[in-house]
């Protein structure tokens, strides 16, 4: 008791600080496909240094634990922004226009005082890159861009960049240029929006070859769908200590091994898969280097003190797992993404944060470290103001998570899941499918699909309940459909409008 009212008392203590004198500045750097343990530190790729990611969560703290609520570009930045699940915000997939009178959090920054500056991907609704409210500097660019010699769409002009010149480091550039020539007596916001490490992927030329010999790291649930037609199923029986369950795989995860998001016919065959795996890496070293400019920059001008950065992926990235790659599902490594965050005065550096995250506690975050919780209705994260006081103190107990199908990918059905600390159970929407149940703590892989055993139906019923609660509560029982119009590729859809 007496630990909680010291607790409570020093939270209100900070918020009342940051209310009304220090406005601490906010970096928020975006990587794009960022694998959640691709990183040096966590020992998971050997060979693969990312020494400015590992300053980062040894000057801070690296969150384990954190989720997206759905693994596809466009739904996860706009949950980002407006601190809201996709049903909620309606922004779907990659095609969905921004609903009309969506307020995003920038601009509640702006209004009150902050100087806000946009670089990079946007990446939603598909339709330019014109400005867009609540950023007093905008650079961006159409859809996904390119990683070399791109134009990009600075305040309003189209601007094109020099010949050699790479995406990351140009993006870095810019954010360093603004930062030096902002107003010193305002506090700052920037976000630093990366189109790395999105395929195709493409790194910079310093970092071609690096990982030539680097090992390449196969999952054991790769070989979970193999036929004998697959390139890998002579590798099917490598040893798995975690249970197997053959028979419960979804039919949908076995047909898209064999497709565009498969290992066995990866973009139409167009690359193969240990080439995939090191180029991947390599482009991932251009986002290591602008994380390190970044950090350099606030040290040198003597801002570590005021200032919050937070690093995280978009979404995930599967390589091999379920013989998938992309996101999109509800697999671990799809929902899960990258989190560190630096902020002296509330964070210990060097910790390790268990509590689960989410890509929607941003917004409110930001809010409240500005001083203005409260000031966007509608909000369905939480502020990480708590956890970043006491890790100890009471938080979530599960992640929900929603995908929903696209025109453009249809082999991977509309999916609502829920994770708790131990159990994932996965909903597959609109298909003639068995759903999925795993015991992450004893299948860490999500190899033994749990559906149908007796002794874990009480659970599985829980769990189901628990989503289907989610989706009343907050606004998710009906899909939210758009008007949307795909470009006319009869060659791969076999059919037009």
């Not at 998938?324 to 550096?349: C, G, N, T, W």
């Not at 909000?379 to 990480?384: A, V």
């Not at 009480?458 to 606004?475: H, M, P, Q, S």
Request: charged fraction near 25%; hydrophobic fraction near 35%; proline fraction near 6%.
């Amino acid at each position: 008791m007496k630990k909680l009212l010291f607790s409570l008392i020093g939270y209100l203590i900070t918020v009342t600080v940051f209310a009304q004198s220090e406005r601490p500045n906010i970096i928020f750097i975006l990587s794009d496909d960022h694998r959640y343990d691709f990183m040096g530190f966590t020992g998971a790729v050997e060979g693969l240094e990312t020494p400015n990611l590992d300053r980062m969560a040894q000057n801070g703290a690296y969150f384990p634990n954190a989720f997206v609520t759905t693994a596809l570009c466009s739904p996860s930045r706009a949950s980002i922004l407006t601190g809201q699940y996709a049903h909620k915000h309606t922004i779907v997939d990659n095609s969905a226009p921004v609903p009309e009178g969506t307020k995003f959090f920038p601009e509640i920054l702006q209004k009150n005082g902050y100087q806000t500056a946009f670089l990079g991907k946007w990446h939603m609704g598909d339709a330019d890159d014109n400005p867009r409210a609540g950023f007093d500097y905008w650079l961006s660019f159409r859809g996904q861009g390119v990683y070399n010699n791109p134009t990009f769409n600075i305040n309003g002009e189209q601007v094109k960049q020099p010949e050699g010149s790479y995406t990351s480091d140009l993006l870095t550039d810019y954010a360093i240029e603004w930062l030096d020539e902002r107003d010193e007596e305002k506090p700052f916001f920037v976000y630093l929006s990366h189109k790395a490490v999105h395929a195709e992927f493409t790194p910079a030329e310093r970092h071609r070859g690096v990982h030539e010999n680097t090992p390449v790291v196969t999952p054991p649930s790769m070989y979970l769908t193999a036929t004998k037609d697959s390139p890998y199923f002579s590798d099917r029986e490598m040893p798995i200590t975690s249970p197997v369950n053959y028979q419960d795989i979804p039919e949908w995860v076995r047909k898209q091994r064999y497709s565009w998001h498969g290992v066995d016919h990866m973009y139409h065959g167009a690359i193969p898969f240990d080439e995939f795996y090191k180029l991947y890496l390599e482009t991932l070293l251009g986002i290591d280097e602008s994380v390190g400019r970044v950090l350099d920059w606030v040290e040198e001008n003597g801002l570590t003190e005021s200032t919050m950065i937070i690093y995280m992926g978009d979404n995930g990235f599967s390589f091999g797992e379920h013989g998938l790659i992309d996101k999109r599902h509800a697999y671990e490594e799809s929902m899960k993404v990258p989190f560190l965050a630096q902020y002296p005065k509330m964070i210990q550096p060097g910790s390790t944060n268990d509590n689960i995250v989410m890509n929607i506690d941003l917004a409110p975050t930001f809010l409240e470290l500005a001083g203005l919780a409260g000031s966007k209705p509608g909000i369905q994260g939480q502020s990480l103001f708590p956890i970043l006081n006491d890790p100890e103190n009471q938080w979530r107990d599960k992640v929900f998570y929603e995908y929903y199908w696209e025109m453009a990918y249809p082999s991977t059905p509309t999916i609502f899941a829920v994770r708790t600390d131990r159990y994932k159970y996965i909903f597959n929407h609109g298909v003639w499918d068995i759903n999925e149940l795993y015991d992450l703590k004893n299948d860490p892989y999500e190899m033994n699909n749990l559906i149908r055993s007796e002794a874990h139906q009480e659970i599985a019923k829980r769990l189901r309940d628990d989503v289907f609660t989610w989706l009343e509560n907050t606004g998710g029982e009906q899909i939210p459909l758009k008007r949307i119009s795909y470009p006319k590729r009869d060659h791969i859809y076999q059919r037009t409008y």
